[in-house]
């Protein structure tokens, strides 16, 4: 099993942040690479298009606007991974601060290289939390 953590301190109200990358359909606006989020009508499953020709599948396992987190699995996707199960929270930090967090767990299929897909998984929620960063911080000098 692999882990993967990234977080990013923002000078932002947690609330505020939770707002930006709480909502599970809410990818493209703070993810770079997602250009399109479809919900299942029972709004637990979403439908990434990532680039021109790439389709992910995710499942929402819970989530808690009052705790600011929520988790999801992958369901289908490119990646040669299996039991991939991610978190992404916001917590206060500081008096007018937040702390988001991008965590996630998976196996690597067998003969899969584990350094790339880790390096992968940390630099896409990288780009994505600097990208809710940016949003965040902006929002809070406006």
């Known amino acids: 099993m692999s882990n993967v953590s990234i977080s990013v301190e923002i000078a932002a109200p947690a609330d505020r942040v939770w707002a930006i990358v709480g909502g599970f359909n809410g990818l493209p606006a703070w993810l770079a690479p997602v250009r399109t989020s479809r ?9 990434l298009e990532i680039g021109t020709d790439t389709r992910i599948v995710e499942q929402l ?8 987190r929520y988790s999801y699995s992958i369901l289908e996707g490119p990646d040669p991974v299996v ?3 991610a978190t992404i929270a916001v917590e206060r930090s ?3 601060g937040a702390k988001a967090t991008w965590s996630s767990r ?14 992968q998984y940390s ?3 990288e780009i994505g939390l600097k990208q ?4 965040a911080e902006g929002a809070a000098r406006a």
């Open 39 to 47: 919900l299942s009508d029972d709004g637990k499953t979403r439908h």
């Open 123 to 125: 630099g896409l929620y």
């Open 106 to 119: 998976f196996t690597p299929n067998a003969g899969a290289d584990e350094a790339k897909l880790i390096a």
């Open 83 to 85: 039991d991939y199960v």
């Open 61 to 68: 396992l819970e989530h808690s606007d009052a705790d600011r």
């Open 94 to 96: 500081g008096e007018n």
């Open 132 to 135: 809710a960063k940016a949003l």
